[in-house]
């Protein structure tokens, strides 16, 4: 079964960094890109961007370029996305989901199988 | 790039039949055939529904169509039945190696 299992919950005051984990199975995890998808508190579905685990290609949506970083160890199957300095804006739900393309279409915003998302709280 | 317009909620009665639209621009949906759709229940991770505009996953039952006119998609899921309540997403890819996803859809079922 393909699977992707995420980190647990955090909560974290403003300014501290986090990094949070998807780990895939049940499939070659290094051919497949993943992606990383914000829902905000009682809000829609943001495309943050896509990593390739091969070789750590990545691709950032304009809107969070320089805001986070996406980073992969694909020796033990495992993306990750890291803040260096969180905001209470950051508070959200992360989902990571694979794509079943490869090529400039692992950017359409189709993926076949979904994390089952990380709550991030930031406050003071 | 601007999030795809959905209407913010939607609803049909037991066994008939809605129909979600999409809106977006040639630089998206008009210029691509990469439209997918979600489903997500309350608290639960969003589930593919539709990819390339009309396509279905295994396991994905047969209600559930998809269209594309121009640069409008449309998701029509018929004889609706109580599970088929939740939030709707449309996505497409809209060039650039960038995706996008619609605003959401709240389905209910009278």
């Known amino acids: 079964e393909v699977q992707l299992v995420q980190s647990g919950a955090e909560v974290k005051k403003p300014g501290e960094s986090l990094m949070i984990s998807c780990q895939g199975s049940?499939?070659?995890?290094?051919?497949?890109?993943i992606g990383w998808v914000r829902q905000m508190p009682g809000k829609g579905l943001e495309w943050m961007g896509i990593i390739f685990p091969g070789d750590s290609d990545t691709i950032y949506s304009p809107s969070f370029q320089g805001q986070v970083t996406f980073s992969v160890d694909k020796y033990i199957n495992t993306a990750y996305l890291q803040w260096s300095s969180l905001k209470a804006s950051d508070t959200a739900v992360y989902f990571c989901?694979?794509?079943?393309?490869?090529?400039?279409?692992?950017?359409?915003?189709?993926?076949?199988?979904w994390g089952q998302g990380t709550l991030v709280a930031v406050s003071s | 790039q601007s999030a795809l317009a959905q209407p913010p909620s939607a609803s049909g009665s037991l066994g008939q039949s809605v129909t979600i639209s999409c809106t977006g621009s040639?630089?998206?949906?008009?210029?691509?055939?990469?439209v997918s759709w979600y489903q997500q229940h309350p608290g639960k991770a969003p589930r593919l529904m539709i990819y390339?505009?009309?396509k279905r996953p295994s396991g994905v039952p047969d209600r559930f169509s998809g269209s594309k006119s121009g640069s409008t998609a449309s998701l029509t899921v018929s004889g609706l039945q109580a599970e088929d309540e939740a939030d709707y997403y449309c996505a497409s890819y809209a060039g650039g190696h960038m995706g996008v996803f619609g605003t959401g859809t709240k389905v209910t079922v009278l």
């Open positions: 989901a694979r794509s079943p393309y490869r090529g400039a279409f692992a950017a359409s915003c189709t993926f076949d199988t």
């Open positions: 040639s630089r998206d949906i008009g210029g691509y055939n990469y």
């Open positions: 390339e505009v009309t």
């Open positions: 049940g499939y070659s995890f290094s051919t497949s890109w």
